[in-house]
Nanobody
Framework: QVQVVESGGGLVQAGGSLTLSCIAS????????MAWYRQAPGKQRELVAS???????NLSDSVKGRFAISRDSAKNTVYLQMNSLKPEDTAVYYC???????????????WGQGTQVTVSS
């Protein structure tokens, strides 16, 4: 079975930096895209950043200029570099991979378990 696992969350002061990592593993035929979402308490899950197989990246307006997404396709890994963190960035961050697995006919989304990012003021 396919696994998607995030790491790198933690507690950081406002203005600090963190880098999150996500690795997709298992019997994967291809990965179409990988993305980062986040969900704060009482809020809906929102898309933060995405990276396609072609190398294009997108960032939400709320993090543009502060965060960066990068992808290492050979390692089935995506990173989220977070700089100038604000308390409003506090959330559980989830990795998403749209991929086709061995034995699967179609691509679908796989989700990581989430990693907590807490930014203190």
């Amino acid at each position: 079975q396919v696994q998607v696992v995030e790491s790198g969350g933690g507690l950081v002061q406002a203005g600090g930096s963190l880098t999150l990592s996500c690795i997709a593993s298992g019997n994967i035929i291809s990965i179409n895209s990988m993305a980062w979402y986040r969900q704060a308490p009482g809020k809906q899950r929102e898309l933060v950043a995405s990276a396609t197989s072609g190398g294009s990246t997108n960032l939400s307006d709320s993090v543009k200029g502060r965060f960066a997404i990068s992808r290492d396709s050979a390692k089935n890994t995506v990173y989220l570099q977070m700089n100038s963190l604000k308390p409003e960035d506090t959330a559980v961050y989830y990795c998403n991979a749209n991929l086709r697995r061995g034995g699967g006919m179609w691509s679908r989304d796989y989700w990581g378990q989430g990693t907590q990012v807490t930014v203190s003021s």
